[in-house]
């Protein structure tokens, strides 16, 4: 009975080491704002001296850091390219052979703003051409999405008619500049609008400043 007793114990000390971490979709920092099957989209706020909870990458995902913060991370695995969490920045990690495992705090004195887009989706479709209007800057062209950043001018409009698959648009530039999309309005860093497939795509910056988004096309 008492060797029993030792072994419970054993394995309440080392389970947490081994389980304690969660799909970074059910941690309670990355907030699920959007969920369609096509996209998840977690809004992630790390408060000021906070850190989140252990949790798990490995979804294919495109990350868009939304703020200048001093930040820390501890891993448990780590994909090859660990990543710098610097304002502006947005890749795409496909977490094929290997996911990410880590916690993440905030050392600055502001919050920690990151979109993680985690891409569900499959099979992946091909798509047309890419945008070839100027004012997208082809970022990447991965296998579930295509990546893109764009600036818009004070009073830019632009007319980019339908695309094959899904469209996701998110603004990731300061600024008091609204701009209108497909009948949404993006008017800070982080808002979003999905634009189903065959969505006409027109974009008007209605401000007297620039702005800019990021714009994905999804496979």
Do not use: C
């Not at 850091?65 to 891993?75: A, M, P, Q, R």
């Not at 495992?101 to 569900?120: K, S």
């Amino acid at each position: 009975m008492r060797s029993n007793n030792i072994l419970i114990v054993l394995a309440m000390l080392i389970a947490p080491a081994g389980f304690a971490q969660v799909q970074v979709s059910e941690e309670p920092m990355h907030h699920k704002v959007f969920d369609n099957g096509w996209v998840r989209i977690l809004d992630v706020h790390v408060p000021a001296g906070d850190t989140s909870r252990w949790h798990k990458h490995s979804t294919p995902s495109v990350f868009l850091i939304l703020s200048d913060t001093k930040t820390g991370s501890e891993v448990r695995i780590e994909p090859k390219g660990r990543p710098a969490f610097t304002d502006g920045r947005i890749w795409f990690e496909g977490f094929y052979d290997t996911p990410r495992v880590h916690r993440v705090w905030n050392e600055d004195d502001h919050e920690f703003h990151v979109i993680d887009m985690e891409l569900p989706h499959q099979p992946y479709q091909e798509l047309g051409a890419p945008f070839a209007d100027s004012a997208f800057h082809l970022l990447f062209d991965e296998r579930p999405v295509r990546g893109y950043r764009m600036t818009m001018a004070a009073g830019l409009v632009r007319h980019a008619g339908t695309r094959k698959g899904p469209v996701v648009i998110i603004r990731v530039g300061d600024g008091s500049a609204a701009v209108g999309v497909a009948g949404a309005t993006l008017g800070k860093k982080g808002d979003y609008v999905f634009v189903a497939a065959g969505g006409k795509l027109d974009f008007v910056n209605m401000g007297q400043s620039e702005a800019k988004l990021a714009v994905f096309e999804l496979k």
